[in-house]
């Protein structure tokens, strides 16, 4: 069975750097697009960053842009999310995905999801 376990969530004050982490299981790592999404009370959950199976594509949501890095170890089995500069709107519930999509796809990801959303890691920031 697939599982995501993300972690590396905390409470910081903005501008200081945060690395987030994301271990896989029940999949081949290669075989898939990893993503991170964000989920903040009252507002949908959001697309953050995605790499391609390789790593040698990436997208980021531009209210990152600039500020995260995305990176996987597919050796490692490990997706990780580097954030820099962090802003108190960068507070939420911080989720990773293993996807058959491309990052390139916009439409409803669920359904395209290896595995269920976890519980997430929660990235406080306050001002």
């Known amino acids: 069975q697939v599982h995501l376990a993300e972690s590396g969530g905390v409470l910081v004050h903005a501008g200081v750097s945060l690395r987030l982490s994301c271990p896989a299981s029940g999949l081949i790592a290669d075989n898939y697009s990893m993503r991170w999404f964000r989920h903040a009370p009252g507002k949908d959950r959001q697309g953050v960053a995605c790499?391609?199976?390789?790593?040698?594509?990436?997208y980021y949501a531009d209210s990152v842009k600039g500020r995260f890095t995305i990176s996987r170890d597919n050796a490692k089995n490990t997706l990780y999310l580097q954030m820099n500069s962090l802003k108190p709107e960068d507070t939420a519930m911080y989720y990773c995905?293993?996807?058959?999509?491309?990052?390139?796809?916009?439409?409803?990801?669920?359904?395209?999801?290896?595995?269920?959303w976890g519980q997430g890691t929660q990235v406080t920031v306050s001002s």
């Open positions: 995905a293993a996807t058959v999509a491309e990052c390139s796809y916009i439409g409803n990801i669920r359904p395209l999801m290896v595995g269920d």
């Open positions: 790499i391609s199976w390789n790593g040698r594509s990436t």
